[in-house]
C-alpha cells in the first residue's frame, strides 16, 4: 500500500500540489469552516513512543475533516509490552483503521509497517530516521512565509547528528534549489552519509560552526534543540549550547523578511525575547503541523480538496 | 604452485559442485551462507590461500553429492561474487554457472544497524538489503535505509 515514509515517496510536483491543497484547507484547519472531507474515515493513531504535537495534530487534522481516530494508547499498557511484534500490532490496526499514523523508536519500522499493511502509513518519526509529515509542514511554513521554495538561503542549526527533522527537511530543500548551511558544533555535525547523499544531488552544503555569522544573509533559520544527555558532561554541553542560543539583539542585520523556525519543543536555544520579532515562526509553524496532515491524508486516501471550498464547506 | 597443483590438492570428485575463486580466507563465510555444516553426510572438501594468478590467493570448495541450485548461488554474491561453478557429474563438468548479483539480497543477511526494526527476531518479515551499487558493492537496508557494512555483514549471515 501507499503510504508516507521518507520525501522520496513524493515527487516535486506531488509536494507542490500537496501544499496548494493545504493552503486551501486553511480556514478549516482554523476552525473557520466545516468541510467533512473524510467524514467516515478512521486514523489510527500508532505512538510507540511519545510525541505532543505529531500525535495531536494529527488527530486535530482528522477531526477537523470530519473523520474519527482512534489511539494506541500507552505504550506500556498496550499488547506492545506483552511481546507482540510490529507486524501483528499493525495487522490488528489495520482491521480497525482507514489510515495509520505512527512513531516507534527503531530506524526502519514505519516502512515495515508499510510492507505489512494493507491501509496507508504515514511515517511520524521512525528512530533517528525520517520524518516526512514534519517536512511537509516546515516546507509549508518556509513557502507561506517566502512565496517559493526555490533558491532560499536555509540554515539548519544545533544537532543536526541526531536531529531527524533536519535529515528530511535537508533532502527536500535541496530538491527544491534552496542553498543549505549546516550550522552545528563539531560533535553534532550533520552525518556523513546524508551530506555525501546531499552532494551527489547536486548540492552545495556550507558546514560551519559559526552561526551567528550566517544569520544575515539567512532567508531561513532553522533551530533544533541540543539535548543535554549527548555530551559527557555538564561543563561540555553548557559550552556547546551557548554557542546555539539566539536572542533578538542577534537579529539586528537580518534580512526583514528572515524567518526563525523550530520544530518544538525548545529549551534555551530561542530566547523569549526573539518571539516577539517578525523572524518568530515556530508557533504558526507549529499550527501548520494541522494543515499539511490533513492535506497529507486526503491525499493518500484519494480524496479530492476542491479548488473552491467555499462552494463545499460551510462558514462556523 | 601451479593451478593444476592447487586442483590436486583434494582429489577429484565424482558428482556435486566446484566452487572455485572464492576471495582467499572466504570460504568459511561462503560454506556458512550456503548453509553447509558439519553434521551434513555430504563430504565437503576445503582449500584456502592457494596461489592464483587471477587473485593473488584464493579458497576452492568441493561439495561432494549436491548439485547447488542457481538461487542458493547467487546468496554468495555478497562475498563471493567472482566465483566460478561448476556441476560435476561423473568426474566431468556438466554445467558452469555463473553468481549473479540480484537487485535485493532476501534472507541473506539481516542489516547490521543495531536500532534496525528487523534486529528483533520474532518480527515475520524477510531481511531485504537493496543493492544501491554494483561496484564497489554497497547495499542498503529497505527498513532503515542504512548501508550496510558488507564486512559485517558476514557476521549476520542468517
Known sequence: MPGLITMDDLTNEEITSILDDAERLLPVARGEMYLPLLQGRILGNLFFEPSTRTRMSFETAMKRLGGDVVNLGDVKTSSVVKGETLFDTIQMVDGYTDIIAMRHPRQGAAQYACDSARVPILNGGDGAGHHPTQTMLDLFTIRQAHGTLEGLNVVLAGDLRYGRTVHSLSHALIRFGCNVTFASPDSLRMPEEIVADLKEHGAEVVETDDLLAQINNADVIYMTRIQKERFPDEDEYAKVAGAYKLQASDLDGAKAEMIIMHPLPRVDEIHPSVDSTRHARYFEQAFNGVVARMSLMCWLLGVTVPEDINEKGVIL | ?158
Do not use: W
Not at chain 2, 22 to 32: D, E, I, N, Q, T
Not at chain 2, 67 to 74: P, S
Not at chain 2, 104 to 122: G, K, Q, W
Open chain 2, 1 to 158: 604452485m601451479s593451478q593444476e597443483g592447487n586442483m590436486r590438492r583434494v582429489t577429484a570428485i565424482k558428482n556435486g559442485t566446484v566452487i572455485d575463486h572464492v576471495p582467499a580466507g572466504k570460504a568459511l563465510s561462503v560454506l556458512k551462507m550456503l548453509g553447509i555444516e558439519g553434521d551434513m553426510s555430504n563430504p565437503v572438501s576445503l582449500v584456502m590461500n592457494v596461489p592464483s594468478k587471477k587473485m593473488g590467493g584464493k579458497d576452492i570448495i568441493k561439495v561432494e553429492d549436491r548439485e547447488l541450485t542457481q538461487n542458493e548461488l547467487d546468496r554468495l554474491a555478497l562475498v563471493a561474487p567472482d566465483a566460478s561453478v561448476a556441476i560435476i557429474r561423473a568426474y566431468s563438468v556438466a554445467e558452469k554457472l555463473e553468481i549473479n548479483l540480484t537487485e535485493e539480497v532476501v534472507n541473506v543477511a539481516r542489516c547490521t544497524f543495531s536500532n534496525c526494526i528487523t534486529i528483533n527476531p520474532r518480527e515475520p518479515l524477510p531481511h531485504r538489503l537493496v543493492v544501491t551499487k554494483r561496484d564497489p558493492l554497497e547495499l542498503r537496508c529497505r527498513y532503515c535505509g542504512k548501508t550496510q557494512d558488507i564486512e559485517g555483514l558476514v557476521d549476520s549471515l542468517l
